[in-house]
């Protein structure tokens, strides 16, 4: 009985789709009946809920002003003491409620906050509205992460203020690791300071899942205590759409409704870590997320906010925006890619997906990039990217496939091989000739028109293709290295299929072990 071809070993469970394929648009359509309700309601509410917001805009500033007076923001940070933090909890906590209520919100709060001392750290989810905001004024005016420029906002700079936040520079290239020193230091300060509110996600999302948490809460080694939002009304909220959230139109149909319900800020108990978390961050990270997570109701997924980038990125380049998503945590973890080496690769699947409806490629799309014709390797090669099996290669699966495939297949002594299987007189040089002569063969294309191809390798217009010319192209589409060698693998299993049966039991052993390396290459350690 002929051998049979071995193909890749079935693809790893955890490089698979995630549940939720996009957690940062969310579509928000208003039926004919609610935009006649909005607009009836609007007569009335908008002017009445300006009025009386303002009236507590008046009352607050003061009140932040006097709190903040002669106190300093940066240096030798203190916390505050005496009537100042009295007034901080009690006087602006409670006109924090009023300005709230005037917006129409009416808060539910569910289970037991813990004090400083007992969970220093406050970690809330799911982030998906600036009305979050409302937590703060919950929980009793805790400390915050924010940007050094939100201080410099009129009015609402000097509520910023009363928080004492832990301040984040964009432009002091050490401001990640002292942010992170700040937090360290008021987690462990044994309940002087107050607790630090910190949104783990990073970024907002429509509250379908919970994404990859930072690691900043979760990195002193404390006791966490989880804090969950729920929004009844799925119009609460502000997602991603086109790289910008539209906070205005969730902002003013808020504002439309009689009521709009916070249910629930229900405090979780706090999570205290093991030894085992205290060394690792992400694990400590991972476990609170999961906990959070059941008790929503919902899946997690490896997403965060770099996706969000290359959302953008992928709209600049003419492709629909999701195809930038990748799940950059585990994509970055697993085939140890920086978010610049995902970018990169973003733009050259970009040049040739962006005629391509969806942001998807087809093989013939496929075939047309790399300037060859439709072939058994080429189908073979589509086939090991196209994880799916759905026809197509979409952006996740490009990436995969060329860092796992691909890369690997570019070594020295595979291109070597090759140049050497090109250069048919041994000259150290191939020539259009030679190029075009094997292509042609190994293709099964006699027509076959290489003069395009050939002058890319060809950087110096020479006539010829030098080594180092060769391995340079190689390294900057490393799916050509791919097909060669499936080339060389199919050209082994044909002849093996016509060779004797005491010459198929040798080269049956010398294939296999071929076969195990290439299978092997579209693993990775879980």
Known sequence: MPPQRVFALPRQQSLLLPAVINPFVQDTKLTKTALIKCVLLGILLVPLRAL???????????????????HPLKGAVEPMTGWRRVMCRRVMAALGRAFYFCMGFRVVVKGKQGSSSEAPILAVAPHS??????????????STVSRVENLATPIFGRFVRCLQPVLVSRKDPDSRKNTIQEIDRRAKSGGCWPQVLIFPEGTCTNRSCLITFKQGA??????????????????????CKRGFCFHAKVYIYSLLNLSTVCSVFQFLPPHVPTEEEKKSPALFANRVRETMARAL??????????DCRLMISAGELTLP??????????????????????????????????????????IEEFAKFLKLPVNPALEELFALFDRNGDGTIDFREYVIG?????????????????????????????TREEFTSLLRSAL????????KLFKDIDADGSGFITFSEFQTFATTHPEYAKLFTTYLELQRYQAIQEASP?????????????????????????
């Open 129 to 142: 509205t600036f009305f979050d905001g409302i937590v703060c004024v919950v929980a009793g005016l805790p």
């Open 402 to 430: 060329v860092t796992i495939l691909c890369r690997p297949a570019n070594t020295e002594d595979v291109l070597r091989m090759a140049f050497q299987l090109f250069d048919t007189d041994d000259d150290q040089k191939i």
């Open 502 to 526: 005491g010459e198929l039991e040798l080269a049956g052993q010398a294939s296999s072990e071929v076969k195990q390396e290439d299978s092997t290459s579209d693993k990775k350690d879980d």
């Open 297 to 306: 109701g919902v899946s997690v997924t490896d997403h965060t906010y770099e």
């Open 218 to 239: 979760f990195i002193p080694g404390v006791p966490v205590q989880p804090v969950l939002i729920r929004y009844p009304n799925k119009l609460t909220g502000c997602f």
């Open 52 to 70: 009386l917001m303002s009236l507590v805009l008046m009352v607050t500033w003061p009140v932040a002003v006097i709190i903040t007076f002669s």
């Open 321 to 362: 925006m999701e195809a930038g998503l990748v799940e950059f945590t585990k994509i970055s973890r697993k085939l140890h890619l920086k978010w610049d080496n995902v970018k990169k690769e973003l733009e050259g699947f970009a040049s040739m997906a962006s005629s391509c409806k969806g942001g998807r490629i087809t």
């Open 444 to 451: 099964g294309v006699s027509d076959l028109n290489l003069t």
